[in-house]
């Protein structure tokens, strides 16, 4: 490889991990979704729930801790 082609190459890597970093930083809106879906999954737990009963479950819970 020329030093051209080696310095783009570098360039282009800095770019996409600068990138990736960026996309990495959650909103406060997708905390609190975090938030709300781990309270949800451990009562769901709590509760032994399975199947189609634990996404019933889980549906209701998030709709009510959203709002």
């Given at each position: 490889?020329n030093?051209?082609?080696?310095l783009?190459?570098?360039?282009?890597?800095?770019?996409?991990a600068?990138?990736?970093e960026?996309?990495?930083q959650?909103?406060p809106k997708?905390?609190?979704?975090?938030?709300?879906?781990?309270?949800?999954?451990?009562?769901?737990k709590?509760?032994?729930?399975k199947?189609?009963e634990?996404?019933s479950?889980?549906?209701?819970?998030?709709?009510?801790?959203a709002?």
């Open positions: 490889m030093k051209k082609t080696m783009a190459l570098m360039l282009v890597l800095a770019c996409a600068s990138y990736a960026e996309k990495k959650q909103t997708q905390a609190a979704q975090q938030a709300r879906m781990k309270a949800c999954n451990a009562e769901a709590e509760k032994q729930l199947g189609d634990r996404k479950f889980m549906s209701t819970c998030l709709k009510a801790k709002g």
